[in-house]
């Protein structure tokens, strides 16, 4: 299980330094970087969540993942 963690862990910051790149990139990273997280968090809404009893807590854990994901580049999201 820690070794799982471990992995989990590098991916969310290859992810967060590749996001991160290309909102420097862009003209409006503030901006860029609000919708990417509010289409990720749809995703996340929209997605089928199979294999476990309470769907609804994997998809509230998704998306705390994802505030903290982004919560370093711009401020957490207030719902």
């Given at each position: 299980m820690e070794e799982l963690n471990g992995r989990m862990?590098?991916?969310?910051?290859l992810l967060a330094g590749l996001i991160a790149r290309v909102a420097?990139?862009?003209k409006?990273?503030?901006?860029?970087l609000t919708d990417f997280r509010?289409?990720?968090?749809?995703?996340?809404n929209g997605i089928n969540i199979a294999g476990?009893?309470?769907s609804e807590r994997a998809r509230q854990v998704a998306k705390s993942t994802i505030?903290?994901?982004?919560?370093?580049m711009k401020p957490p999201s207030s719902d």
């Open positions: 862990i590098a991916c969310q910051l420097n990139d862009s409006d990273p503030l901006r860029f509010d289409e990720i968090r749809a995703v996340v476990t009893k309470d505030d903290e994901l982004f919560s370093l």
